[in-house]
């Protein structure tokens, strides 16, 4: 039983791991597509209407990845998780449909969108079609992130002899947990899609491609990107005081907090024993704030709950890795942005913009990170307080094999996608693209 809970966790933890990246890739890009169109409709500037062109193109790439996962993921949640399955969904079952209607109402104005380049007389008619695409990705990450919010804080049911009563499937989805989660996982989304295309812009200026297409691509996106990591820090504020409240010992576990106390410190990096922090760095009466806005609050500790209900301490450094890397990407694009109104050359030089574009990969390491913080920081509950993980897990042997299969799947679609990608660019060049449009001028004819 105890091999079939390991390996249920970790086939679901490899199989979400590698979705959640094109699953960012489809809340965020849409939302870029969006506004590089309308900047060119607006400025009736061809470089950033070719700049929405070429993402909606890779777009359609990610989008076949990212459905082959996510339907893996459904696939897995039912084998692998029978009994979890059978109790929530008979709760939670309606916005796991309506991710799937979400999920075909983007795709098919995304088919419109694509096969109606330079049909229209009027572009901006054009454009006004990626609204309900835009619609669709964030209605699927809603509700997709809805289930999430359930397991975390279930509620709009009763159990009486271990069976479900007076469900309730609307109270089901407006949790106490959906608020925080939903704005946090949209922000960061739109964050990492941001630092992503920076980092592309900023690597191909290293490479010596310094068409001012590349140059507004960099502009832009690091603009949003301050904007959108501003909102992930706010939201992520909302999120710790949530966890304080409602998950306590989580948010104790993530910030190594094994005592009660007013007044308590936030401690950053170190070793624990589980009893004693080692050599990390602490902020007085920090954490005390963070949980409920006041330096003399008292915040619960891991001393609270028995051992067997403590989330992995490993959460911690989960935390570090996060916040880390979004208080990185703040600088960095606050930094440029700040730089190019100064007129300050050095947010041009080659170390800065090797900053840029390892905020790209950097940014989704952060997402990855919050993912697992999330989920592992739930345990020992699948679904909170009412069943915990060994109990929704399949009884199946032999998923160690299913394990390395899907291991092998997920390396071919990576391996595959960047392939794709790369030459679908490199065939199809900026300047190329410029010229046989537009005669290489700037504008819309």
Known sequence: METSVFWSRALTELTLSFHIIFATLGVGVPLFILIAQYVGYRKNDSHYTLLARRWARGYTITVAVGVVTGTIIGLQLSLLWPQFMELAGQVIALPLFMETFAFFFEAIFLGIYLYTWDRFKNPKHHMLLLIPVMIGATASALFITIVNSFMNSPQGFNMENGQLIDIHPIIAIFTPAMPTKVTHVLATGYMTVAFIFAAIAAYKMLRGENHVYHKKALYLTMKLGLIFSLASAFLGDFSAKYLAEYQPEKLAAAEWHFETEEGAELILL????????????????????????????????????????????????????????????????????????????????????????????????????????????????????????????TTATGLEYIFIMFAVVYLILGVGCAVVLHRMFRNNPVEKELSSRHGGGGTWH
């Open 270 to 393: 170190g070793l624990t024993d589980g009893e004693k922090v080692e050599y990390a760095i602490r902020i007085p009466k920090m954490l005390s704030y963070l949980a409920h806005g006041s330096f003399d609050a008292e915040v619960t500790g891991l001393n609270e709950f028995p051992k067997d209900e403590w989330p992995s301490l490993i959460n911690h450094y989960y935390f570090n890795i996060m916040v880390f890397i979004g208080m990185l990407l703040i600088f960095v694009s606050l930094a440029y942005v700040f730089g190019k109104w100064r007129k300050w050359r050095w947010v041009e030089s080659k170390p800065f913009r090797w900053l840029i574009v390892l905020g790209g990969p950097l940014a989704v390491i952060a997402i990855e990170a919050g993912w697992w913080l999330a989920e592992q920081g739930r345990q020992p509950w699948i679904l909170y307080h009412i069943m915990r993980t060994e109990e929704g897990a």
